[in-house]
């Protein structure tokens, strides 16, 4: 995929207000609007949305650092991007926000189970620790669930407002 200019100045600058967003929002744990940026990003940019979500990774990489809780980012989001990839572009526009809500809200509650399998790769832990990883879990990842599920009514706006801006002439 070339990029133009225009496209890597926006991407940069997306990935980085996701990163932005993530820390504003750190003073309620799980509560972010991560999510709600894939699946617009996904929406409008389709296989160009990777470069904002991986610039967001790289960036928590980068200002996080490097450790093992980072490994799985590589594939979570990843996941994530699927799924809206996966989504027909005509789904009707009365059940669109409930649509990306499910996906966004599923993300989050499926979020212990899809960081598991690194978990359990990093630090050898065998099926039934890493299911007791995933059940000690379970309340962060319903605090995720359901913050994400309500996180996403802003995809359709922030789906406008990026179609908008794709129109502007730089």
């Known amino acids: 995929m070339k990029l133009t200019v225009k496209e890597v100045a926006v991407f940069g600058m ?12 750190t003073f309620l744990p799980n509560v972010h609007l991560l999510a709600t940026f894939t699946v617009a990003f996904t929406i409008v940019y389709r296989k160009k949305a990777l470069y904002p979500i991986y610039t967001y ?3 928590n990489g980068i200002i996080a650092g490097f450790a093992n809780w980072w490994l799985p980012y590589l594939y979570i989001w990843t996941v994530l991007w699927g799924a809206a990839m996966l989504l027909p572009t005509n789904i009707p526009s009365k059940i669109q926000p409930f649509v990306y809500m499910v996906v966004c809200g599923l993300h989050g ?3 212990g189970i899809l960081y598991a399998p690194a978990q359990a790769l990093l630090f050898g832990l065998n099926l039934k620790q890493t299911i007791a990883w995933i059940i000690a879990g379970l309340p962060w990842d319903f605090v995720h669930g359901v913050s994400n599920f309500f996180c996403a009514i802003l995809v359709i706006p922030l789906i406008a407002l990026l179609k908008r801006a794709e129109k502007i002439v730089w």
């Open 14 to 25: 997306l990935g980085a207000l996701m990163y932005a967003s993530k820390v504003v929002m």
């Open 57 to 59: 990774v790289l960036l």
């Open 109 to 111: 509650f499926l979020f």
